[in-house]
């Protein structure tokens, strides 16, 4: 019989390799805090999710109802090498018990193609895994409509793993993220620009374990600010949300007029990095975290050559992890497309406060020294005095609180034209017209649209279609744009 019912699905996590041979305490701790993670995850997902660990795996019962979002969960979270979905069956102390279930279950699957088993076996037992291969796949052969038995390139593999008397028949495998479990490695602060580079480094530091923060450097108002948090939110539920991280905004606008103000043209680039380092140093201290990240590649601008990189790195005592160090950009981007981050970072609203003219690629050390000496240091420290935190799981509610462009209740279908800017096929149903403008056409497809109706922009939450509302309105001028969010 499975268990625990008929309505529930079973997964078996496999551990990232570098878990296994870490020493027995360290594996202990990684293992328990991968369960923790898992644990908070699924209380948003459904309370009725178990968890169970073990020395070298963990088991997770969900109900079918939530399956599809259990299994993103799962392939999404670090620490986990391999998902396997599993039908459980119990009192399999026999190999003709085992055999007989087998071929019960794969009989319509290897019907015309070739087939082999694999056994995993732990606990007790007066057979080994080989001999219950071996009749397994005999019975199998005998009793179905298989091709035939093939050791090395099978069409289909019937995996099997018995625990004493428990036999779990794998009808799938997917891969996992890998990694180290997130927590297990510290905390980082994140310099988040919502582009491909920082929110690809942000990932790489999740995946590898590290609970990572978010600082933003405001150059470009509300809609950037928005943007940015947005990005940082898809980061966090997608990889990270077994974690409470903070996400940090500080107004950089009176940095960049001093820096226009104190600064040779040339250098500005190289100063505003290293004025964002020194800022950044300062929230990390508050927070008592050790290091930075950054998404910055060798040689990608002109600031990222190495001798720019020396000086920027002058100003700070923490550890600077760069991640991207060593990559090229068609890789970055590929790292994007795959996450999921792509769209965001090609719709990010694109300010540049500080363009050098023609500048430095190789900057001298003196010469950096006399800049730094001209800038008013008070601009700074106020800037960071008065930087705003909130939790990135509060950030719904924060972009929401903002209504930084007008959200519509009731529609009109004389003058409301709704825009989906959704990535799904569908639009959402509406008593009036209704088009499908995915986010990331909207800058490009918005100009060719009538300019005598009033547009609705829609997406699940409010957070995109705000964004891209008060992009439309600030770099367009326009004005006949609005958020729609049905009650």
């Known amino acids: 019989m499975q268990t625990p019912s008929s309505n529930t699905q079973k997964f078996i996590l496999k551990l990232f390799p ?45 109900p079918i109802s939530v399956v599809p979002e259990v299994r993103v969960a799962l392939v999404n979270t670090s620490g986990i090498e391999q998902v396997l979905e599993a039908l459980q069956f119990n009192d399999m102390d026999s190999i003709d018990k085992i055999k007989v279930k087998v071929g019960e279950l794969m009989a319509e699957t290897i019907a015309g193609k070739t087939f082999v088993v694999r056994v995993k076996r732990s ?71 919502g582009g491909f580079d920082s929110t690809v480094a942000s990932y790489l530091t999740m995946k590898r ?25 898809y980061l966090w539920s997608k990889f990270g949300s077994g974690h409470r991280v903070k996400f940090i ?14 600064t040779a043209p040339t250098y500005m680039g190289v100063t505003l990095k290293r004025l964002m380092l020194i800022a950044a140093e300062k929230v990390a201290d508050t927070m008592e975290i050790d290091a930075l990240l950054t998404g910055e590649s060798v040689a990608q601008v002109s600031s990222q050559t190495l001798r720019n990189l020396a000086l920027i790195d002058q100003v700070s005592n923490k550890l600077i992890l760069r991640p ?62 008065e930087a705003q935190t909130i939790y990135v799981d509060e950030i719904v ?38 088009i499908k403008i995915p986010f990331h056409q909207l800058k490009s497809e918005f100009e060719k649209l009538p300019k005598d109706k009033e547009y609705l922009l829609y997406c699940d939450k409010g957070i995109m279609s705000q964004l891209h509302a008060q992009y439309l309105r600030d770099d367009k001028k326009c004005d006949n744009i609005k958020v729609y969010r049905p009650l």
């Not at 374990?209 to 990005?231: P, S």
């Not at 107004?251 to 104190?262: L, P, T």
């Not at 406060?353 to 950096?368: A, E, T, Y």
Request: hydrophobic residues 40%.
């Open 18 to 62: 570098e878990i296994m041979i870490k020493g027995p305490s360290a594996k202990r701790q990684m293992v328990g805090q991968l369960y923790a993670n898992l644990v908070a995850v699924f209380q948003r997902i459904d309370p009725e999710i178990t968890v169970r660990k073990f020395s070298d795996k963990i088991e997770v019962v969900s």
């Open 123 to 193: 606990g007790t037992h007066t057979y080994t895994s080989p001999e219950i291969a071996r009749t397994v796949g005999g019975y199998v052969l005998a009793h179905t409509e298989a091709k035939g038995v093939d050791l090395n390139n099978a069409e289909v593999t019937i995996r099997l793993e018995l625990i004493e008397s428990q036999l779990n028949v794998i009808t799938t495998a997917y891969k996992g993220l890998s990694g180290f479990p997130l927590g297990t490695q510290g905390d980082i602060l994140s310099l988040m620009s």
């Open 209 to 233: 374990g590290i609970r990572t923060h978010f600082v933003f450097f405001n150059l470009g108002g509300m809609a950037h600010e928005i943007g940015v948090k947005q990005v940082a939110l």
């Open 249 to 262: 905004t500080v107004n950089f606008e009176s940095v960049v007029e001093e820096i226009f103000r104190s």
């Open 324 to 385: 991207l160090s060593t990559m090229n950009k068609p890789e970055i981007i590929k790292i994007a497309s795959e996450i999921g981050t792509k769209h965001f970072a090609e719709s990010m609203p694109e300010y540049c406060g500080v363009i050098s003219q023609n500048p430095i690629i190789h900057g001298s050390f003196k010469r950096m020294e006399k800049e730094a000496k001209k800038f008013n240091y008070e601009v700074l420290d106020k800037a960071v005095e």
């Open 397 to 434: 509610a924060d972009i929401n609180k903002l209504a930084a462009v007008e959200v519509v209740h009731d529609l009109d279908p004389e003058k409301n034209v709704v825009i989906d800017i959704r990535t799904e096929e569908d639009c959402i149903e509406t008593s009036c017209p209704c």
